[in-house]
């Protein structure tokens, strides 16, 4: 132990710490203080060089955690040779002061109470949505999420565990994980590109694990995002989220992992990012598995550091391995249609968290087409404006695209639309059969009297729908009874039933999660 940590030590109530920092926790205060490390992606080994450290945390954290981090302070060396916070004598030292936060409040603590489900983590992938919404996006930080620049932060990481990883990975399997992340670099380096040139390339966070989420109350707060380095930060938005993807499946949770992908996919239209989110979860898990293996090989670590360390490494590197693998529930596209207000969009969000599945709304891929907010009313009068024939067929192009985009990494997906010509849903089917995949279409049916009282109570509130009680009469007019499907292919559900009865009646019909796997 250093004199620094042995002094500031005596004053903390607890203390605690990572692999580049001290954490000491003082009352309602923690001061972070940065140890005088050099792991090659980052250097600490001078107090000029930790300074700067500690006041490029405080401004980028401001970001997700703006009350918290409360500035850069000295740390001193008093008269008898003690380490102070602040104090009169000579800075030696710096640290990131913050606000103390509750541990029951830290998300993977939450997780382990059984206090973090579905309705917690669609909130965390609103925040992240926003939040990479209003991050920098150039073409400065687009050359980190070319091919290229991946490329050489995968060889590093290689590079640095080379025998290493044989610690916790037989050969067959270490290798066995550095040829899938290359061969995969190789094999799609027009997707990242094209990532790269359409903007999804940002100034991130670049550590989005749960351990660093805190919910107080309504708030959502996220801590230590990374400030060493850039290249480290600046990267895809869907590297970004794979981090806490990634985490979430680590903590023996992939429904919540893949109900994260799609939440944030439904918030942002970004359902182009399926086809790269496994490379970039089996990247993120070497990387958490590259420190934990440096930690269990620190011969200055304490003992119970180095046993949790060891058993970290082995899991992070076998989930590296995992990520290449399909997923245990076999693929199928869903089209759920019907008429306005029968239901559709509340079945699609919890048939979508109860399969794994994200879902793909009309109305949300017509607002982003246009620019326009997802809440934002587009009415042009019936059958025209943004509702006219000719862009509603782009609309239902676009989603059958980006089923397309999901269905490729091995994953199901649904199609939530109305679906009322015959056409519309052999469109889909063919999507399905051109992926290999089964073609289910459920039939939301409700007394149109109902349909009509929720619209009556929609026109007086914020809605992502623009069907209303005007166009609906003609809607039933135009709707086409479904003949062109096979039985096994229409699966009809009556939507005044409560929407779990609904979905576990589906239960044999789709693909959904086993009831012990979902916590």
Same mark, same amino acid.
């Given at each position: ?72 302070? #000295? ?16 800075? $030696? ?73 044989? @610690? ?61 380095? =850039? ?39 970004d359902y182009d990012l399926f086809p790269l989110v496994d ?10 598995? @590259? ?18 360390a060891e058993r970290d490494a082995r899991r992070y590197f ?8 399909? /997923? ?8 759920? !249609? ?5 239901? @559709? ?35 042009? !009068? ?43 849903? /052999? ?10 995949? #089964? ?12 349909? @009509? ?11 992502? /729908? ?13 709707? =086409? ?6 039985p096994e292919e229409h699966l009809v559900v009556d939507t ?5 009865? $609904? ?17």
């Amino acid at each position: 132990m250093s004199h620094l940590e042995r002094d500031l030590t005596d004053r903390a109530d607890r203390v605690w710490q990572t692999h580049i920092s001290w954490v000491f926790g003082v009352g309602g205060d923690v001061f972070k203080v940065k140890k005088p490390v050099d792991f090659g992606f980052l250097d600490f080994t001078t107090p000029e060089l930790r300074r700067a450290a500690c006041e490029a945390e405080c401004a980028l954290n401001v970001r997700l955690a703006p009350d918290v981090y409360r500035g850069v302070v #000295p740390i001193t060396l008093d008269p008898s040779g003690r380490h102070r916070v602040g104090g009169d004598g000579p800075a $030696v030292d710096w640290a990131v002061h913050m606000r103390r936060l509750a541990e029951s409040d830290r998300a993977d603590e939450r997780l382990a109470a059984g206090r973090l489900g579905v309705p917690e983590i669609d909130r965390f992938a609103t925040r992240i949505a926003a939040f990479h919404g209003a991050c920098r996006a150039d073409p400065a930080t687009a050359a980190f999420g070319r091919a290229d620049a991946i490329r050489a932060n995968v060889v590093e990481n290689f590079e640095q565990t080379r025998g290493l990883v044989e @610690k916790f990975l037989s050969p067959a399997e270490a290798a066995e994980v550095e040829r899938w992340q290359l061969d995969f670099l190789d094999g799609n380096a027009a997707l990242f590109e094209a990532r790269a040139d359409a903007g999804r390339v940002r100034d991130g966070h670049g550590d989005l694990r749960l351990e660093h989420f805190y919910l107080e109350g309504d708030a959502i707060r996220v801590l230590d995002g990374i400030e060493f380095n =850039e290249r480290f930060r600046f990267g895809d938005v869907c590297a970004d989220l794979a981090f806490l993807s990634m985490d979430l499946a680590w903590h023996g949770r992939a429904d919540l992992a893949e109900r994260l992908l799609a939440t944030y996919a439904r918030e942002t239209s970004d359902y182009d990012l399926f086809p790269l989110v496994d490379f970039y979860e089996s990247y993120r898990a070497y990387v958490r598995g @590259k420190i934990s293996a440096m930690v269990a090989t620190d011969e200055r670590a304490p003992g119970d550091v180095v046993e949790r360390a060891e058993r970290d490494a082995r899991r992070y590197f076998l989930l590296a391995l995992a990520s290449e693998r399909r /997923s245990l529930l076999p693929p199928t596209l869903v089209a759920i !249609g019907g008429p306005i207000a029968s239901g @559709k969009s509340t079945l699609a969000d919890e048939l979508g968290a109860r399969m794994g599945a994200p879902s793909i709304n009309t109305d949300r891929i017509r607002k982003h087409m246009l620019g326009a907010r997802a809440t934002e009313k587009l009415y042009d !009068g019936s059958w025209a404006g943004a509702y006219d024939p000719e862009f509603t067929e782009l609309v239902y192009e676009e989603v059958d695209r980006l089923a397309i985009a999901v269905l490729a990494s091995g994953r199901s997906v649904i199609l939530d639309a109305s679906f009322r010509s015959r056409s519309l849903r /052999s469109n889909a089917r063919a999507v399905a059969r051109a992926a290999g995949v #089964p073609f289910r279409f459920v039939e939301c049916v409700l007394d149109p009297r109902i349909c @009509k009282a929720r619209l009556r109570v929609r026109d007086t509130q914020s809605s992502v /729908s623009d069907g209303r009680l005007e166009i609906f009469d003609d809607f039933l007019k135009r709707w =086409e009874p479904v003949e062109e499907l096979a039985p096994e292919e229409h699966l009809v559900v009556d939507t005044s039933r409560d929407v779990e009865d $609904v979905v576990e009646s589906l239960r044999g019909a789709l693909p959904l999660w086993p009831r012990e796997l979902t916590g």
